[in-house]
């Protein structure tokens, strides 16, 4: 299902900045959560956080969270950094589709067949997740390389 709504050229900017990371950048500027929205028959940037924007929070998750309207549909790009039970750091691009139940039906329409217009600049990602009855939830026919559990267990909580 296509809705017409193509994506904006500055995102797709912004997705292959968060994609490839220069080794002489300023680890300050770097780019960790990007809030999307459709506006004008374009997938636009709405809020943009740096790391020096998320360097007083103590949790980044649930800042993250907490950015989630219950009134309006939004994609979000999270640029998560993890430890694998190998002791690995990870960092891994994650894709989230924001559709509360609560948000306008036109509204939870338009994403939903947008999603695909995101999706073909949105190339090698391997964390896609969708919001179901206000919760976070998995994408079941990709495979996951995180066990993230306590997205359900945090978002049951609030």
């Not at 509360?100 to 995101?118: F, H, L």
């Amino acid at each position: 299902m296509a809705s017409g709504v193509q994506v904006d050229d500055q995102v797709k900017d912004i997705i292959n900045n968060m994609k490839v990371v220069k080794s002489d950048a300023d680890a300050n500027e770097r780019i960790r959560l990007v809030i999307l929205e459709i506006k004008d028959g374009y997938i636009k940037v709405e809020n943009i956080y740096r790391e020096k924007d998320l360097s007083g929070e103590d949790d980044i998750f649930k800042f993250f969270l907490s950015l989630l309207n219950k009134e309006k549909c939004r994609y979000l790009l999270y640029d998560c950094h993890f430890e694998t039970k190998e002791s690995s750091r990870k960092e891994e691009l994650v894709f989230v589709m924001w559709a509360p139940e609560t948000a306008p039906i036109k509204s939870k329409m338009q994403y939903a067949s947008s999603k695909d217009s995101i999706k073909k600049v949105l190339t090698g990602m391997v964390l896609h997740f969708l919001n179901k009855f206000g919760r976070l939830v998995k994408v079941p026919w990709f495979k996951l390389t995180l066990n993230l559990t306590f997205l359900y267990s945090y978002r049951n909580q609030t």
